[in-house]
C-alpha cells in the first residue's frame, strides 16, 4: 500500500473511533450485542453508558475483551467527569483530551501531537500506565510502583492475583471492560474532580499493613485453594483473606465469591455470590459454605439457582444452621447466603 493509501486509511480509522466514542449509535436502554447480562461487566458497562462514558461502535458491539489504547482510555476517563469538546485546529480525534491531560501534566505518551505522537496514541496501555494516569488525576505525582502501591492503598484499584504491586500486574494490558471498571471505580470511591499533576514528585504511599487472619478463616481458604487446584473449572483462581473474611478471584481477577465471618455471636456468617448467574461461582458458594462447616449437599446449588430465577428469598435449617439464601434487589447478578 502507498503512503497516500495509508494516510487515507489512518485519516477513516480515526473518524470511525473519534464517532465511536464520542457520539456513538447505542442507547442507555439498549443492550450491547456482545455483553450480555451473564457478562461480568454487565451492570459495569451500563454504568458507562449512563454516565457518558463509552456509546460503543457503531454495528451495536462494546468489544469488552478488545484492547483498549491510551487515547481511548484518556476519552473514556475523562469524559466521565467533563464533556469532551473539539479544539480549535484539531488534527487528531483524541486531540482534545490531550490537550486536558498536558494542561495537567499526567504523565500520557501521546501528548505529542506529531505523527509519532498520534502513533503512540493507538498503542495498547498498560495496567501500570493506567496507574500513573490515575494517581496524576488525584493530584499527586507518582510512578510506576509507586503509583501502583498509591492506588492500592487508597483503594482505587484491586490487584490481578493480590493486592500487591507485584499482584497488580502493571505491565499487562488493560480491555475495554477492564477500563470501564477502573473508571468507575475511581470515581465511586471519591475522585469527585480531575486534579492537576504535581510538577515535583509526591511522598509515596505507606503499604497497608498485612492483617492479621484469624485461624477460621485460614481453614476456609486452604479448603477452597484445595478445590480450585483440583479442577480445571477454576483454573487460575485465586483467593486473597483479611480478618474479616475471605474473596475468590476468577482469572479476570473479578471477584466471584466471599466469605465473611458473623461480626458478633448474634450476628450471621455470609457467603456473597457476586456472579449468581454463573453455575461455576453458585458451585464455588456451595464448596464456601461446607468449608465453613455448613453441610448442605452438593445439590444446594440448584436451591441458589432458583432463588437467582425466582428472586426470592428462601430459609432451611441445614443441621444446626439456619441458612438463608437472598438475592440482591438492587445488585444485579449478586446473591447472599447467611447462616447461624
Known sequence: MNAFGKKLLGVIGGVTLSITLVAGNVSAANQFDDVKKSNWAYSTVQWAIANN??????????????????????????????????TKGQKHWADPVYVIAKNLNWPVNGVSNDAVGRATREQAITRGEVANIIAGAN????????????????????????????????????????AV?????????????????????????????????????????????????????????????SAEGMVIRSTAGKTSVAYRIPESKSASGRVISFRASETASLKLAVETLQAAGVKVPDSFVNTLQSAVKTGKDTTQKVGNYTVTVSPDPTAYDSLYIYFK
Do not use: H, W
Request: charged share 20%; no cysteine.
Open 139 to 178: 493530584g499527586v505525582n507518582l510512578v510506576d510502583a509507586a503509583a501502583i502501591q498509591y492506588l492500592l492503598t487508597n483503594n482505587l484499584a484491586a490487584g490481578k492475583t493480590g493486592n500487591t504491586v507485584a499482584g497488580y500486574k502493571g505491565n499487562d494490558y488493560l480491555t475495554r471492560a477492564e
Open 181 to 241: 471498571a477502573f473508571i468507575q471505580r475511581v470515581k465511586t470511591r471519591g475522585l469527585e474532580t480531575l486534579k492537576e499533576r504535581p510538577r515535583f514528585p509526591s511522598t509515596p504511599a505507606t503499604p497497608t499493613p498485612t492483617p492479621q487472619v484469624p485461624s477460621g478463616i485460614k481453614g476456609v481458604q486452604a479448603a477452597i485453594e484445595k478445590v480450585i487446584a483440583g479442577s480445571n473449572t477454576y483454573k487460575g483462581y485465586t483467593t486473597e483473606s
Open 53 to 86: 462514558v463509552v456509546k460503543g461502535y457503531p454495528d451495536g458491539t462494546f468489544r469488552p475483551e478488545k484492547q483498549v489504547s491510551e487515547s481511548e482510555f484518556l476519552m473514556m476517563f475523562i469524559s466521565a467527569y467533563q464533556k469532551v469538546t473539539p
